[in-house]
């Protein structure tokens, strides 16, 4: 599976591969990316700037709707995540683990669209950062919002 937009401009995306090979060698041999959670909802990054933001696209997939044929909210929230993750783990250069994430719903997301998933790093300290995103259509109206706050994990491993 090809988790790179081939639609998109190249260089972003040439970086952005670039640097998750770099995070592949401080997190170490046993670190799974892109995640199984990622894979299972087919993201696809679609664009990159170094440390500051990322775009994921995600198709709304049949087993992600709920009883009255929308994507469930939780499904929203992992799209959040899959997208908060990488940025944070690019843009700190170590591990993080998100503390809190709140989710703001606007609109449903219907099947077969396809989201557009912006994050953005909005403010970074040594020990936390605070991300925010917005979800769109594949029409460009607004599906939902989120804020997350995640801490930094410098270890010993990821300390070079």
């Known amino acids: 599976m090809n988790i ?27 670190v799974r990316f892109p995640p199984n959670c990622f ?7 679609s664009s990159y700037e170094s ?19 929308v994507m469930q909210g939780g499904y929203l929230c ?35 669209e396809i989201l557009r998933v912006s994050a953005r790093v909005v403010s970074r300290g040594l020990n936390t950062m605070l ?5 769109e259509s594949g029409r460009g109206k607004l599906i939902a919002t989120a804020s997350a706050n995640v801490s930094v994990m410098r270890t010993a491993r990821s300390d070079h």
């Open 51 to 69: 440390r500051s933001s990322l775009v994921v696209l995600f198709p709304v997939l049949r087993e992600s709707l709920n009883p009255v044929g």
């Open 131 to 135: 991300l925010a995103g917005e979800i």
């Open 78 to 112: 992992a799209a959040f995540d899959n997208a908060f993750g990488p940025l944070s783990y690019l843009a700190a250069r170590h591990p993080c683990s998100t503390l809190d994430l709140h989710t703001q719903f606007i609109r449903a997301a219907q099947l077969d």
């Open 39 to 45: 894979l299972d909802m087919r993201g696809v990054f």
């Open 4 to 30: 790179f937009d081939p639609n998109a401009p190249s260089e972003p995306l040439k970086a952005l591969q670039s640097e998750l090979e770099q995070l592949k060698g401080v997190l170490g041999p046993d």
